[in-house]
């Protein structure tokens, strides 16, 4: 086979400390099942989110297979021959209403959110780029032990019959980040679901997953499978749709079941101690802002989203074409034009043209009167204009303006990315996050924003806990890789 290793782009050691300092905030303020739990994170697209028939929401919300897979993870653990365990992960949806906000939440299974265990790395929408792009800081987050991956299907089309050639490759490059940057996580990957129609592609996705994972595991790699795509199946091989709450792909609860039993048998195979791992970490917070990595909108390669809706922000327009908003990139940090700091979108805010103040803002809550929060950022100017717009941050509580860093305007770097942290008290529970220029009348004058994150300070006596879980997550190891199809 051929060897090679992949190169991704990697968060700046300032970054990953931030990370590293909200998940052990976190795990001070929410205790786990136990002291020696795994942290278990669900990592994948709207079926990991556990979507039915959005937006209409005619089923019971049950939390996609995740409720019940925690109910049978819950009555192993208290039967004394399973592990204790903690849902880890950051994304809010669907609860944050991206696709109509569910119209109840089923009472057959067990209700994560009120458990505090609503917590996976399922976002809509999304395929094996993202997931790419992403899995690296959703490692440093949330020191998973064991990693429930399904993603694939929005790579390929309804009735594809071709080989899904750009997914491959960015899977196997998804198990290469997996093994250097958790090398004692356990993974398991799902043989993806089916659409309600019978499509070639998807089959041989799922024959590639298996027998990459099959080469790794032989190389020594924590790496098995689970066959999802069968729970969809008639006795005869066919496609059941019966299984599909919108018809075309989304589970209904009584599938979204059947899903939780195959994971369950994936994580028993696995025989893990009860004692727990060898190392504990916490699991992370949400990062307070929503969107702080401006990756919900859907914007076509290489586009300026001027004002774009329902992002989570507030941004302003100006002249045609200028203002601020979102950008998206072909390939993220590698792209040649635009180059966002992690992903493959990010934020801008550019010169109105026409003398008005260009602004994108959040209303954020969350906070707690009198805490210490830190706020962070990364933005650089784009080279090809005329240099970086200047822009001040502040928050706004009701009718008083608190300016941050100072007071004084950001110019960011032309070569790179920045990191900016400042720190906080917070006054109310709700305050927004004001990005803004000076006013300009020109639009050649640009700055991009990515990553924004507001976490609470931790207590002093946790800094060295978190120092030395940040060495170890920093941590790398060469390794061999398989490349091209088994």
């Known amino acids: ?205 799922n024959n590639y997953i298996v027998s990459t994972a099959a080469s790794y595991a032989a190389l020594g790699d924590h790496i098995s499978t689970v066959n999802q795509y069968a729970n969809f199946q008639n006795s005869n091989g066919s496609i059941n749709t019966s299984l599909y709450a919108n018809g075309i792909n989304h589970p209904t609860p009584a599938a979204y079941a059947a899903m939780a039993q195959t994971w369950y048998n994936g994580i028993q195979a696995l025989n893990l101690p009860r004692s727990g791992p060898a190392t504990v970490a916490p699991p992370a917070p949400p990062n307070l802002i929503y969107n702080g990595g401006f990756e919900v909108h859907g914007g076509g390669a290489n586009t300026h989203n001027v004002d774009p809706s329902g992002q989570g922000w507030n941004f302003t327009s100006g002249v045609q074409g200028a203002g601020s908003g979102i950008d998206v990139g072909p390939a993220g940090p590698y792209a040649t034009n635009f180059s966002s700091y992690m992903g493959e979108q990010m934020a801008f805010i550019q010169g109105s043209g026409n003398g008005s103040v260009t602004s994108m803002s959040q209303a954020v809550s969350g906070f707690v009167a009198g805490q210490k929060y830190t706020l962070s950022f990364e933005s650089k100017g784009i080279a090809g204009f005329l240099g970086a717009d200047p822009f001040k941050v502040q928050l706004i509580d009701g009718n008083t303006d608190v300016p941050l860093f100072g007071g004084q305007f950001i110019t960011p770097s032309l070569t790179g990315y920045t990191d900016y942290t400042t720190s906080f008290t917070a006054t109310d529970t709700t305050e927004t996050l004001d990005f803004y220029d000076a006013g300009l009348n020109t639009v050649q004058e640009v700055s991009w924003i990515d990553q924004v994150d507001i976490s609470p300070v931790p207590e002093p006596g946790t800094i060295s806990l978190l120092l030395g879980a940040s060495v170890i997550s920093l941590s790398r190891r060469g390794r061999k890789s398989i490349s091209g199809r088994a």
Do not use: C
């Open 1 to 205: 086979m051929t060897k090679k290793y992949v190169s991704h782009h990697k968060p700046s050691v300032a970054a990953l400390l931030r990370f590293a300092v909200a998940a052990t905030t976190a795990g001070l303020a929410k205790n786990a099942l136990a002291v020696n739990a795994y942290n278990i994170m669900p990592v994948g697209d709207s079926i990991t989110a556990g979507y039915e028939d959005n937006p209409t929401w005619t089923y019971p919300y049950s939390y996609g297979y995740r409720a019940d897979l925690y109910g049978s993870l819950e009555t192993n653990f208290n039967a004394g021959t399973g592990i204790a365990f903690n849902y880890v992960g950051t994304s809010a949806e669907p609860l944050n209403g991206a696709s109509g906000n569910p119209t109840s939440i089923a009472t057959n299974v067990p209700n994560l959110t009120a458990l505090g265990q609503d917590n996976h790395e399922g976002y809509s929408g999304v395929g094996t780029a993202y997931t790419l792009a992403h899995i690296q800081p959703e490692i440093a987050i949330n020191s998973p032990n064991i990693i429930l991956l399904m993603i694939g299907i929005n790579d390929i089309s309804e009735g594809s019959t071709a080989v899904p050639t750009a997914a491959e490759a960015n899977l196997n490059s998804i198990f290469q980040t997996v093994f250097a940057d958790a090398p004692n996580a356990d993974l398991i990957v799902a043989q993806i679901t089916p659409y309600s129609s019978y499509t070639p592609a998807i089959v041989t996705y």
